[in-house]
């Protein structure tokens, strides 16, 4: 693990995708230099407690605490509190271990006592003995809702419960007119240069989005003069994880590397500096250079700690050629 | 099994104690016409959650899924969750069960959708295979604080966490007076006659006095034609359970089967009708009858299925003497 910058980086991250990138940074640089800002549109409230998957996730993550074969909640959980719901015939379709429930209680009887999503993240981090500063996208409520032909769905109904069966027309990002971006995330985009600012390999439409979405944030973050550097979630036409080249199907965005560059570059015009894509979509890399965009080309998929780390010197190694 | 009665009993009773004897009566009558009237003002919420000890407990141990060998709790329970919190630096005086925990859960959900705690409770022995009914006190919040030199301790405060150390001045049962009693149970009084209404072996002063000092209750009971049949929860001088034994020493009640007569008398004249105590106590019986009451002289230690069952024929046998 060395220091291959003194300066800060910014990685923007969803759940399981960009954990495991920001893993890989944690590893290569100063971890207390890496700030994740972590989107929080996929919150909801379930028993009456706050559930966040993506800051859990990128929490326990970084934490070691991850179960890397599911890509999601802990290792070594259980499920007895879970299986009382069932027993009680509760709502049991979201997964909801015993140990990741002890986060969820922590968490919201200390948004009761008048704690901000802010501090109480910083706090679960430090107390997990993750060193990297973790920032919720923002403290006020934004919530994802996923337009289908049906209706809005909440993202997490249709995520867990509809297992992403229902085609998507759109989404709508409630509240998000109303959502101050973290301030402390705004604070270090103005007081210091930065390394980096990473969009990790997260899903576009419902990880990097509402993060994007929120009011100046991303004009904020292309008027840095620290270099944007996005990893391409879809490699060889597929997602690695999760719905979004199914979304990207049903929304009429081609499922390639170059599609998520036209959708990022037609959504947020120069914001984008480096596109990096997996080695398998080389032959896209001309095209995507056409739209203005520095690409690298290299393997992308994060099996090992050891692919995690090396996609990571690589991004840092590009963002420093400026 | 065998139902000695075809009318309906109502049990009051508190946890563990009282309990053991719910379980003795619904084995030795028609288990669905047993009535339990449960105190409720124990109730408190923790990390955001309704938590309702005696309840449960009676609810855990009549649907045969209590821990008898700790007496409280479920039998098989895990603590996940707790070991969870631990690791967050939360609260963790209260043992919370992962099996128990999703019965706060599950509870707490209902109350927030606008069920009042009379139907939850009623659904929660429904889905756990109770026959009974058990009737919460009220549906209105009682909480009892325990009056100690250093000032009021809520409940589970000083019983969980403190350990029942504090010296014990009084008690406050707050939010009493605006309390009604279960309307469920006021019915059961007025519409038909009971074959027994029976004070379980319940601590006095934080399980039965809560019920009795519902306004009206402790009256409309006494008001009844049915016997009212009191097993004393003192035995040779201690209570089996709990911190009674301590708290009657620091009230300045004698700590004998004739301090409780002495006590329930002075506080809810004409109330008792019956009296049991157990064999070891006989010498007391004398005393006691010159306070009005009839006396029984049995076994009232509840160690096994069968002590429970026999207690219970023994009860009913006295509420059927008139």
């Known amino acids: 693990m060395s220091a291959t910058t003194p300066l800060s980086v910014l990685a923007l991250s969803g759940g399981v995708g960009g954990a495991k990138l920001t893993l890989g940074l ?34 326990y993550t970084l934490a070691g605490l ?62 997990l003995g993750v060193h990297s500063r973790i920032h919720p996208m923002s403290a006020d409520p934004v919530s994802t809702l996923v337009c289908c032909e049906q209706g809005e769905l909440p993202f997490q109904h249709y995520f867990v419960r509809e297992q992403c069966a229902p085609s998507v027309t759109g989404f709508r990002f409630e509240g998000i007119d ?94 984008l500096n480096h596109f990096v894509i997996d080695t398998s979509d080389a032959k896209l890399a001309a095209d995507i250079e056409q739209m203005g965009l520095r690409v690298t080309v290299t393997p992308t998929v994060m099996k090992t700690r050891q692919d995690k780390a090396q996609l990571a010197s690589t991004v840092l190694a590009v963002a420093a050629e400026g």
């Open 26 to 59: 944690s590893d290569v640089m100063d971890s207390e230099r890496l700030n994740v800002l972590v989107n929080t549109a996929d919150d909801f409230r379930h028993f009456g407690l706050q559930v966040c998957p993506d800051i859990d996730t990128v929490v």
């Open 66 to 127: 991850s179960n890397s074969e599911q890509g999601w909640g802990l290792a070594d959980e259980t499920f007895h509190a879970l299986k009382g719901l069932e027993r009680l015939g509760g709502d049991t379709w979201f997964q909801l271990g015993d140990f990741d429930l002890a986060t969820h209680l922590w968490r919201s009887e200390r948004l009761a006592g008048g704690h901000d999503l802010l501090q109480v993240t910083h706090d679960l981090a430090v107390r």
């Open 178 to 271: 109303q959502a101050r971006p973290n301030e402390q995330v705004l604070a270090l985009l103005r007081e210091q240069p930065l390394a980096a600012i990473i969009v990790c390999p997260s899903n576009p439409f419902v990880s990097i989005d509402p993060i994007l979405q929120l009011p100046g944030l991303w004009t904020t973050l292309k008027e840095s003069p620290t270099p944007v550097v996005l990893v391409c979630p879809i490699v060889a036409g597929q997602a690695l994880k999760g719905p979004a080249a199914k979304m990207m199907t049903e929304l009429g965005v081609p499922v390639t590397a170059l599609g998520v560059a036209e959708y990022y570059c037609g959504r947020y015009p120069g914001l």
